[in-house]
């Protein structure tokens, strides 16, 4: 396996701390809300694979989060299916071997609709995808998307064998889930992984703290991973407001030496 996080943007002198942080590698979110990049980052594409190559570096994983990729009729959103072959085209310049994408659930429709709206959507993502050998994989972040969990993966990923899954535990925990449960049944179709932590309180979600200062039994999380036979990249995502500056920084520190500790190869 190894070890990354993700750039909070393109530049260089990102790259150069996340080296020195004794990292593997970089992930990039290039989410919808954010001025809508997509293109600014293909256009950066060439600048970022210099910076990377100076540090031996490589992208980990490319994504892009929160996005309605359907309309309200059920249609696919051609603007999103633009945004998120742009992106696939970004990834294989990077020679990044994942796209990390969702699907949000519409109202207007049936299950049914929504089901078949949403496997459509992701045969055209995985044709795209194929050119440039890379696999697409669905998020389990409850964030505009509803492809996340059991029954939706059965019958999403049930369908398209060649369709993957980025897994964070923590979401699966804040939905009330049993992450180790979802590991081992969905393990062979995992793609990339977020490590991150949480911490529920009175029922209720209390903080995103750094992984191995949180709730989640990272030992067996690990041990589950090795025992469904991953081997890929594993993503530490920064995700609360509370570890922030130099706080934040000491936290990312003590997971890396966590998670460091579980890989064994």
């Known amino acids: 396996m190894k070890l990354g996080i993700i750039s909070p943007d393109f ?20 989410n919808f809300d954010k001025d809508n990049r997509y293109q600014e980052f293909y256009d950066e594409t060439d600048n970022i694979i210099s910076s990377l190559k100076e540090l ?13 990729k359907i309309n309200n009729d059920g249609s ?17 310049k990077l020679n990044c071997p994942v796209y990390v994408t969702n699907c949000n659930y519409v109202e207007e429709i049936s299950l049914y609709e929504n089901y078949t709206a949403a ?19 669905t998020n389990n972040c409850r964030w505009n998307n509803y492809v996340t969990c059991d029954p939706a993966w059965s019958v ?15 979401h699966c925990i804040y939905a009330g889930g049993d992450y180790l449960s979802e590991m081992k049944k969905w393990g062979n179709r995992f793609a990339h992984i977020h490590i991150k932590g949480s911490l529920v309180i009175d029922g209720e979600r ?3 703290p750094p992984a191995g200062l949180d709730q989640t039994n990272w030992g067996a999380f690990m041990a589950t991973l090795y025992a469904v ?27 890396i030496k966590l998670i460091r500790g579980f890989m064994f190869k």
Do not use: Q
Not at 58 to 66: D, E, I
Not at 85 to 90: D, R
């Open 206 to 208: 209390f903080d995103d």
């Open 11 to 30: 530049k260089a002198k990102n790259f150069e701390k996340i080296k020195a942080m004794g990292l593997d590698f970089v992930e990039f979110c290039v």
């Open 229 to 255: 036979g991953y081997d890929g990249t594993l993503s530490i995502e920064p995700h609360s407001s509370v570890w922030k500056d130099e706080l934040g920084e000491k936290g990312i520190e003590y997971t």
């Open 156 to 170: 999403v990923h049930g369908h398209l064998k060649d369709l993957f899954i980025k897994f964070d535990p923590s």
């Open 76 to 92: 696919h959103n051609i603007e999103e299916l633009n945004a998120d072959e742009i992106l696939i085209k970004a990834a294989a």
């Open 56 to 68: 031996d570096l490589f992208v980990g994983s490319v994504g892009r989060w929160g996005a309605n």
């Open 119 to 137: 496997i459509s959507y992701f045969e055209k993502l995985i044709e795209i995808g194929k050119r440039y050998d890379i696999k697409i994989a």
